[in-house]
């Protein structure tokens, strides 16, 4: 029988933005709503098309879009492998969820500001919030803005 030495562990890296086209997608937009519970044939009605880009993106020089790694943020309807537009220009605030920076690791939370406290909150019962101390290096990378779930 063979022995294999297990290679030493990695340290973490940065999540890599996903690169976002130049390119348009346009999509067909039906005129009217659609109830969650109703199907209709709306293909068959479409008015216009729209731009996704125009309709997700705020800001195009600070928005990156990233994959979602674990399961912290469930609760708030975010899973392992969603892609979540991340705005750099939004000022975050307190109830956001954010992209932050703790001591180096990445990490997407709920932000809790209060009293001079600082805290990143899971969206998963399972995990504790993170108290931001004294002397750590914290900073908000930025503000999610969509969260896209693939359905199928």
Known sequence: MQSVT????????????V???DSKVLLPVCGWKVP?????PAADHTRKRVDLNDHLIRNECATHLFRVKGDS???????????LLVDRSIEPKHGNIVLA??????TVKRLHRRGGVIKLIAENKL?????????EEFSVWGV?????HKLY
Do not use: C, H, R, W
């Open 6 to 17: 297990p290679s030493p562990p990695q340290p973490p890296q940065p999540p890599q933005p």
């Open 19 to 21: 690169f976002i086209p």
């Open 36 to 40: 969650a519970g109703f199907p209709s």
């Open 73 to 83: 943020m469930i609760d708030a309807g975010i899973y392992e492998g969603d892609a």
């Open 101 to 106: 920076v703790l001591n180096n690791e990445f």
């Open 127 to 135: 995990y504790p919030p993170i108290v931001v101390k004294e002397g």
């Open 144 to 148: 999610v803005t969509y969260n896209l």
